[in-house]
């Protein structure tokens, strides 16, 4: 998925892989991390054209083995 800039172009949101989503202001260098979201993984996200809004598109991986044996 990567990073995004916000519609100001003075932060970016990154994801790690322990804590979650991040933004960082391209000013002070400080990084915070994004409240309130849900913690299903983002699969996409975005800002609105305005920076109003935060669109994402979130899911859980859901994964089954199966064993296929030869009658023979």
Do not use: H
Request: positive net charge; charged residues 30%; proline residues 3%.
């Amino acid at each position: 998925m990567g990073s995004r800039w916000s519609p100001d172009s003075q932060t970016v949101a990154f994801r790690d892989t322990v804590s979650g989503y991040w933004s960082q202001s391209v000013e002070s260098g400080e990084s915070k991390r994004m409240e309130n979201l849900p913690a299903e993984k983002f699969y996409n996200f975005a800002w609105s054209k305005d920076g109003k809004q935060f669109a994402f598109v979130r899911g859980q991986e859901i994964r089954d083995v199966v064993l296929i044996k030869s009658g023979k």
